[in-house]
């Protein structure tokens, strides 16, 4: 073989492994934009869950501040108890 049909043949394979790596590159880049969209909506979610729990925390801390929540409860226990007095005082 003469050293220009060599070289050809080099330039021939080598252009054939350029386009295959860009392609495979392109395949690659469009897979990894996929990926980063999906974790860009997943931490939208997580965002706007926290946002809902932190309402909710400060609307518990409110309760609390107002001692509401506590009567609430305590008044729970208090009416469970009447309950079972009466029981007792029909028996």
């Known amino acids: 073989m003469t050293e220009v049909l060599q070289a050809n043949i080099f330039f021939f ?6 386009v ?3 392609i495979l590159v ?7 934009i996929r990926i980063l969209r999906t974790v ?5 979610r ?9 309402e909710d925390i400060s609307q518990l801390r409110s309760y609390i501040a107002e001692g509401s929540l506590m009567s609430q409860i305590v008044g ?3 009416k469970t108890k009447k309950k079972s ?7």
Do not use: H, M, Q
């Open 13 to 18: 394979i080598t252009s054939i492994a350029v």
């Open 20 to 22: 295959v790596f860009t």
């Open 26 to 32: 392109c395949v690659a880049v469009y897979y990894v």
């Open 40 to 44: 860009g909506k997943i931490v939208e």
């Open 46 to 54: 997580v965002d706007l869950g926290s946002e809902t729990i932190a």
């Open 76 to 78: 729970l226990f208090i």
């Open 85 to 91: 007095r009466r029981k007792n005082e029909e028996d």
